[in-house]
């Protein structure tokens, strides 16, 4: 049976041609770390002699998906080593994010050296969390480490944790609630999935933060408390915790896997720009998918294959049909007449184009005239919310019709008039506002938007920065110019829609609102509401800028 479903799993998808061998299947084995912790893990052992391995490290247990994954490698004549991180899956010790990957992945490759099947040939393959136990090893594996797969993951997490310096709420306490939920009885954890996760909304909308996990939880959860305490850009706390300044020191080729609404997309393409500026370019594929999206589960393991079939060949008793070359990126673009596209380098050249904010509501390609600005008012007791974008729940993330939240008197909207061509824009994307504020603490959260025919506004990229007094100083105005990072995005604008861009004080629960006090991240409790001025004339020329691209065939789908 399990060599039928590894057959049907590689027919449908669609992967090169093998004949799978038999796989003999070690579970629970101790692979014992430095200080003494037993890390277990499973073992998928293909028959052929002199197989490479590649080395999976995972927090979320060792079943469902990893075990056709395991069985897949092994078939295809790799041994399969998918081990639980320390205090998860059964493994000793205590999860401690991104704490022990580093030692426990070197002491994992030290174990696999002294089996009498290793054959000195080492791949590694992870999804999220799993990616980020890949780069704090790649670096110390040398040579050994013949190719990666990293999916929607990256070699430094501080960044999206407190993107645009404020803090990634729903992600982070979505994840420590996640994982605290691996520990409780299968049945409790499908009733609060039935009823909709009320701890977890509770635990969202609750100040201060420093209580918000016993909410979600009912217990304490050690991360999440440290990462409210260490959020500036000085905490010492992260310097061990990210591989940022590992990644340049990789030579083994890199597949990264990633979609345009996924939470760690900037930070995984600062990765890859570190590696094309290093001699090592990485393949790129970014698709229309969120972190959790059914399609990115497929992708990835069809391009992880496929690499590994490249990169860490199988032994040669299970030979895998070599593939046609493959372009270094492909990429889907989105909207309408979009499709995949094969690009030689990631980001392809385009003219970076301003749209600039006009008086009344206007979005348009030329400069700004004399204005008065515009006004909003942000209240964080009735925060501004979120809709779609990267979040961590699938089933919350990507597209969705934003005229709910435009409808709000404290969200500006400036839309442009229909387009009578396509607007094809690819690669990253800022604005510049300026904005002037009665009080000196703020938020600031830019939105693209796509309003079809119909007048529906969907999302397409955004950003938020948090202002303080310190990092953005006043011109004589007393206007504050602000940078903001949006997303990079690929994506056709239908001749007939509209650009849109809104601007509003914050996008919560996706970010932790701001309470205009400066108060402490995790202990604010005093919510000040404050107004706030948007300009756009000559002398402050609030915009959108998009690389805006030439028209491209599409290819066929991925």
């Not at 299970?318 to 007449?337: E, L, N, T, W």
């Not at 979005?363 to 008012?377: E, I, K, Q, W, Y």
């Not at 009665?438 to 079809?452: A, S």
């Not at 938020?464 to 105005?477: I, K, M, Q, Y």
Request: hydrophobic share 40%; with cysteine; aromatic share 8%.
């Amino acid at each position: 049976m399990p060599d039928l479903v590894t057959r049907l799993a590689s027919a449908a998808l669609r992967l090169p041609p093998t004949r799978p061998g038999p796989v003999r299947v070690s579970r629970d084995l101790p692979v014992r770390a430095r200080d003494g912790v037993v890390l277990r893990t499973d073992h998928y052992a293909p028959a052929a002699r002199g197989a490479p391995t590649v080395l999976i490290r995972t927090p979320y247990g060792r079943g469902g998906p990893l075990r056709l994954l395991g069985r897949l490698l092994a078939a295809r004549g790799r041994h399969a080593v998918i081990q639980s991180c320390r205090g998860t899956g059964g493994s000793g010790g205590t999860f401690a994010p991104l704490v022990h990957e580093r030692d426990d992945g070197a002491d994992t490759l030290d174990w696999l050296r002294r089996q009498p099947w290793w054959s000195g040939q080492l791949g590694m393959f992870g999804v999220s969390y799993q990616g980020f136990a890949q780069w704090a090893l790649a670096a110390d594996a040398g040579e050994e480490l013949r190719a990666m797969v990293a999916v929607v993951t990256a070699s430094a997490t501080r960044d999206s944790t407190y993107a645009g310096e404020s803090f990634a709420l729903d992600t982070v306490l979505t994840w420590a609630e996640l994982l605290h939920a691996q520990t409780v009885p299968w049945l409790a954890r499908q009733w609060e999935l039935k009823r909709g996760q009320p701890r977890l909304a509770a635990a969202l909308e609750h100040l201060p933060l420093a209580d918000a996990d016993r909410v979600a939880t009912g217990v304490t959860i050690p991360f999440f408390q440290e990462w409210l305490r260490h959020h500036t850009p000085q905490a010492a706390y992260w310097r061990t915790r990210v591989f940022a300044d590992q990644v340049a020191k990789v030579r083994a080729p890199v597949v990264m896997v990633t979609g345009w609404h996924d939470i760690f997309l900037p930070a995984q393409l600062d990765d890859h720009a570190v590696l094309r500026a290093a001699g090592t370019p990485p393949r790129l594929v970014i698709g229309p998918w969120t972190h959790g999206s059914p399609g990115l589960f497929v992708a990835a393991l069809r391009e992880g294959l496929a690499w590994l079939d490249e990169h860490l060949p199988a032994a040669p008793r299970s030979p895998v049909a070599a593939g046609p070359a493959r372009p270094p990126v492909r990429i889907h673009v989105s909207g309408a007449g979009g499709g995949w596209r094969d690009l030689p380098d990631w980001p392809p050249p385009a003219v970076e184009t301003a749209w600039h904010l006009q008086p009344g509501g206007e979005l348009a390609a030329r400069p700004p005239v004399a204005s008065t600005p515009d006004a909003l008012r942000y209240d964080p007791a009735d925060p501004t919310p979120s809709l779609g974008g990267p979040l961590l729940v699938a089933q919350r993330a990507g597209p969705v019709d934003n005229r709910r939240v435009e409808a709000r008197a404290d969200v500006l909207t400036y839309t442009s008039a229909a387009l009578t061509a396509p607007v094809e824009v690819i690669g990253p994307v800022r604005a510049e506002i300026h904005v002037r504020s009665d009080l000196p603490y703020l938020d600031v959260f830019v939105r693209l938007c796509d309003v079809d025919r119909r007048g529906r506004s969907w999302n397409v990229c955004d950003g938020l920065v948090r202002v303080t007094p310190e990092r953005f100083p006043a011109d004589p105005s007393g206007a504050l110019r602000i940078p903001v990072p949006l997303w990079p995005t690929a994506y056709r604008f239908a001749a007939g829609h509209r650009l849109r861009v809104q601007v509003s004080g914050g996008a919560h629960p996706r970010w932790a609102r701001n309470p205009g006090t400066g108060e402490p991240l995790g202990k604010a409790v005093t919510l000040r509401a404050g107004w706030r001025q948007v300009l756009h004339d000559p002398a402050h020329p609030s915009a959108l800028l998009l690389p805006v691209v030439h028209s491209a065939p599409s290819q066929p789908p991925i």
